[in-house]
């Protein structure tokens, strides 16, 4: 995989593609694909277990249900706390790479 | 995309979950990569590479999946429960009478059981407040010969306290009372005089000051210590008290501490009398005789020594002491009692046979619940059957039920809390004064704690079997065949019919001793006890000091005094004595002529001895049977007389007249005593214990210290009490008075005890009586409703009233037969438990037995009464259509 993600920044990517409605695991790593334009593909490896821990925290639920294939998949959502961690998560991520590129700037381009 | 409706998360295997997730991932993925133009088998292999170590996956993902379950399930049950507890109120409010009932009865055993306890928790199985208490033990005097137990002489203590291995302290102490006289009011108080020793042995500080010193010990030394309440309540708690001198017996003694508060002074006989003042042991007359028995030895062991390994010691200890001392030691050994078998002794055993009672109440009650229970799950046999079909799981409605019944419980045990702490405010205004530390009574934690449990295992247990029962309905057949027609139906009919036997069975043990019990103290109330019960009063003095050294002063003091009190208005006569009926002995032995005459080298026979002064046989109401009561010519001390009771004469002289026969106390050489009278036998030990021998002496030949005055009155005793008082402190104004009783309120106090353990036991058992009958009520209601049909088919063809009765009273006849049956052997082993307790019934009294049974029978018949008439009131039309 392209690029070194820290667990951190991977539960809020998952965080941000749930914004809007919910989708189930491959779904969540397509779509994350399609955003980076393929920069970032998420290792299945990676994928479920931070759903899982995403799930056990109460940031977001998993249901089962129908994709349009008729396949039986379970679709993430968000929950409310989730909402929060997410706005949150951001706003610190945020920060964290302000600050990086506080130092980075001082390299020419 | 599309979602379906949520089934529970709950009962799913999370890691067959995660399989189906990544599956379908891999399908997905594999779909994009034909798509994308890849040979099938080409793109499954690159999408099972790419997604990596699947177990690993999959171990990860299930973990984290797992924990959620798990905590979601938490909340799931408490969920559950609570929403159960909501139902389960609702439902049972729908019955109110019967949840009232229920919760009423189980409130009664319950807060029964929880009272008694309470009262057995504070006053005998709470430590005292001393350190390491378990260490702590009285040695007493036993003869292995008669087996009659005393306190030790102090030669003997002596070589106890230096000759033992297994002790770390010893003391030796003598109860007394002491006089003060300093303030306005001079009072008489319970006083010890100790070794220094016995402080070390208790391993109490004083609060103020100090205590004795050990060669304070003997000494003449003027010190004494008080106890904490009287310093407050004697001497304002005033702080510079230590080392003031206050008047003690006449004379100065210097107060040199203050014990802390609460300290209370163990002595043999519990903790009745509480010591309130300390002096060091003074040397006297006897202190160095061997042969003199008046003092108590407390020890404490030594951390870890079993009582049985220093009783060994001691018996071997004792052994070579009586080589070494024949004339005083033979047959006596030391007997080591630790202090806690002392304090519970007979009372606690009372109190732990009323509990034994309240227990089979408890659970003749539970009985009376576990029916209700049952009846409530029959008829709910169709509610469960359609809840069954709707898909709650047996499991489910297992646990509904048992919340309803832990609910009913709970409610009892809420109730029980409330009626323990109420009977107990009621118990210690009532309660007797043989059961000692009755200030520490209260509703212990312990004892909460214990009735909460013993309510939530009677809601388990006996709402198990009908939960289980009722889930296991068929619906189909319940619904077809109406209300309580269900396979359960029959079974729970025979469980009712357990119970109900089981409750007679419990209910004839439980009667059976209510009656042994009554019996005994109703014959006991009809004892003679030798004396007049009614007009006497008694009151107490100790002539103490220098002023009455001399016995020539005391008997003048006397001398003035009897005639004051005999010419006072209300004032039949007027004695004085040594020692009260009912209220402990002196004793020594005797010699009769004859004895001497046959040179028998028996040992006296051990009489009681009593001193007596004026009237006083015919002030306590003493019958005189034969000859004449004492006279001042029976001080003439060439030819001394004395008075000796009816136990005496036909002990000494069995067939022949004792009038001018003589014996002596003492055979080397006999000091002769001649009998001139014969008087009625009052009961020294107690008011259950056979009369013992006694010999009446004049004051003069006794003339001890301390002496109690009897007043026979005209009209009520305790009108005297005032003018008594007041002709006392005419003859010496500095006499204080104590110890003021009536001889009414001394054998109250005496059978008190056994009051109040009978009344509470009676009252159990009538209590066990009424819930037996409203179990058979029950029982045979139920039977009515069940064979109504077949009752109304008899009344239709004619079956007079006489006849469905007697159907009725049959089943209800055989219920308590079998249940009779059932306890006899249990009451004949709980009558064996009280035996000691019995007073002229003995424990196997056929007839009583037979009383109980008969009792019991008749409350069988009385509980089939009302269902038997309704039985009768049947109309066979109704009864025919009823289904």
Not at chain 2, 352 to 364: G, M
């Amino acid at each position: 995989m392209a690029g070194n993600l820290f667990t951190g920044t991977l539960d809020l990517l998952i965080l941000r593609t749930l914004r809007r409605e919910p989708v189930h695991g491959y779904g969540i790593a397509r779509w994350i694909r399609d955003r980076t334009q393929g920069v970032l593909e998420v290792e299945q490896g990676a994928l479920y277990p931070a759903l899982h821990r995403l799930n056990r925290k109460g940031w977001i639920r998993g249901d089962w249900g129908e994709t349009e294939t008729g396949r039986r998949a379970r679709f993430y959502s968000l929950t409310e706390k989730g909402r929060q961690a997410l706005q949150h998560e951001t706003a610190r991520w945020d920060e964290h790479a302000q600050a990086v590129y506080a130092v980075l700037g001082g390299v020419e381009k | 995309m599309k979602r379906v409706f949520r089934t529970g998360d709950y009962h799913r295997d999370p890691g067959r979950d995660i399989s189906e997730e990544i599956d379908t991932h891999l399908d997905l993925k594999i779909e994009e990569l034909v798509a994308a133009g890849l040979p099938e088998e080409e793109a499954r292999a690159e999408a099972v590479r790419r997604f990596g170590n699947r177990a690993e996956i999959h171990a990860e993902a299930t973990g984290h999946a797992r924990k959620r379950e798990r905590r979601q399930s938490l909340f799931a049950s408490a969920e559950t429960l609570l929403q159960d507890g909501r139902y389960a109120l609702r439902t049972l409010s729908r019955a109110p009478g019967m949840t009232i009932l229920t919760i009423l009865i189980l409130a009664l055993g319950i807060g029964a059981n929880t009272a008694i306890f309470s009262v057995l928790q504070a006053v005998f199985l709470e430590p005292l407040p001393l350190p390491h208490p378990e260490e702590l033990t009285f040695i007493w005097n036993r003869n292995i010969r008669n087996g009659g137990r005393g306190p030790s002489s102090f030669p003997n203590y002596l070589d106890w306290r230096d000759q033992n291995a297994t002790f770390q302290a010893m003391g030796a102490f003598e109860g007394g009372n002491l006089n003060l006289t300093d303030g306005d009011e001079p009072i008489r108080i319970r006083a010890a005089m100790v070794t220094a020793s016995v402080f070390d042995v208790l391993a109490v500080q004083p609060a103020r000051g100090r205590v004795f010193l050990p060669e304070e010990d003997l000494s003449m030394t003027r010190a004494v210590i008080l106890s904490h309440q009287l310093w407050t309540e004697r001497y304002g708690g005033d702080p510079s008290l230590i080392g003031q001198t206050i008047q003690v017996d006449g004379g100065p003694r210097t107060v040199i501490g203050i014990m802390p508060q609460g300290f209370e002074h163990p002595t043999p006989w519990g903790m009745g009398d509480p010591y309130l003042a300390w002096i060091p042991l003074e040397e006297d007359q006897w202190i160095r005789n061997r042969n003199s028995f008046s003092y108590q030895v407390l020890a404490r062991l030594r951390p870890g020594v079993q009582v049985e390994t220093a009783q060994e010691d001691m018996n071997q200890l004792g052994a070579r002491l009586e080589e070494e001392f024949p004339d005083s030691n033979t047959d006596n050994r030391p007997w080591v009692v630790p202090l806690h078998s002392l304090l519970f002794g007979e009372a606690g055993f009372q109190i732990t046979v009323v509990l034994l009672a309240a227990a089979v109440v408890l659970l003749i009650a539970c009985g009376n619940v576990a029916a209700f229970l049952l009846s409530r799950a029959a008829s709910r046999q169709t509610e469960m059957a359609v809840r069954a079909a709707l898909g709650a799981g047996r499991r489910r409605i297992v646990r509904q039920l048992l919340t309803e019944s832990t609910v009913l419980a709970l409610g009892g045990g809420l109730g029980a809390i409330l009626l323990a702490r109420w009977s107990l405010d009621a118990l210690r205004s009532f309660i007797p004064p043989t059961i000692p530390r009755t200030g520490e009574i209260h509703l212990d934690g312990g004892a909460l704690l214990f009735a909460l449990l013993l309510s939530l295992l009677t809601g388990l247990i006996f709402g198990l079997a009908p939960a289980v029962s009722a889930s296991r309905t068929d619906l189909a057949g319940s619904l077809k065949g109406g209300v309580g027609l269900g396979g359960g139906g029959r079974r729970r009919w025979d469980l009712q019919h357990v119970f109900v036997v089981g409750q007679f069975a419990l209910g004839l043990i439980l009667a059976n001793t209510g009656l042994l019990l009554l019996q005994s103290y109703a014959s006991l109330q009809e004892t003679d006890q030798g004396f007049d019960g009614e007009h006497v009063l008694t009151l107490g003095l100790s002539l103490g000091g220098d002023r009455y050294d001399e016995s020539t002063e005391r008997q003048a003091f006397f001398q003035q005094l009897v005639p004051r009190l005999r010419s006072l208005p209300g004032v039949r006569d007027a004695g004085a004595t040594s020692k009260l009926p009912l209220m402990g002995g002196t004793n020594g032995p005797v010699f009769t002529d004859a004895m001497i005459a046959d040179r028998s080298p028996e040992d006296g026979i051990l009489t009681e001895v009593s001193a007596v002064e004026g009237a006083y046989f015919a002030a306590m109401g003493i019958p005189l049977l034969a000859g004449r009561t004492l006279a001042p010519d029976d001080d003439d001390p060439q030819n001394p007389g004395v008075v000796i009771n009816e136990a005496a004469a036909y002990r000494f002289w069995p067939d022949e007249d004792p009038l001018g026969r003589r014996f002596s106390f003492g055979n080397d050489p006999p000091q002769w005593l001649t009998v001139v009278g014969v008087v009625g036998d009052v009961r020294q030990w107690g008011p259950e214990i056979r009369p013992q021998p006694e010999a009446y002496l004049r004051y003069s030949q006794n003339p001890r210290t301390r002496m109690l005055i009897t007043l026979a009155s005209t009209g009520d005793p305790r009108d005297l009490i005032r003018p008594a008082r007041d002709a006392v402190l005419a003859v010496d104004p500095n006499q204080p008075v104590s110890e003021i009783r009536t001889m009414a309120e001394v054998l109250d106090s005496q059978l008190g005890g056994r009051e109040f353990y009978t009344l509470l036991i009676g009252l159990f058992s009538l209590l066990a009586l009424g819930l037996a009958a409203a179990g058979v009520y029950g029982v045979i209601s139920y039977f009515v409703a069940q064979r109504t049909r077949e009752l109304g088919i008899r009344v239709a063809v004619g079956a007079g009233h006489a006849r469905l009765m007697g159907l009725v009273f049959r089943r209800a006849f055989l219920l308590a037969i079998a249940g009779v049956a059932l306890g006899l052997v249990g009451a004949v082993v709980a009558t064996l438990v009280i035996s000691s307790l019995l007073y002229g019934v003995s424990p196997l009294d056929p007839p009583t037995l037979a009383g109980g049974v008969g009792l019991l029978l008749v409350v069988g018949l009385t509980g089939a009464l009302l269902p038997g008439l309704r039985a009768t009131r049947l109309s066979p039309v109704e009864a025919l259509r009823s289904e």
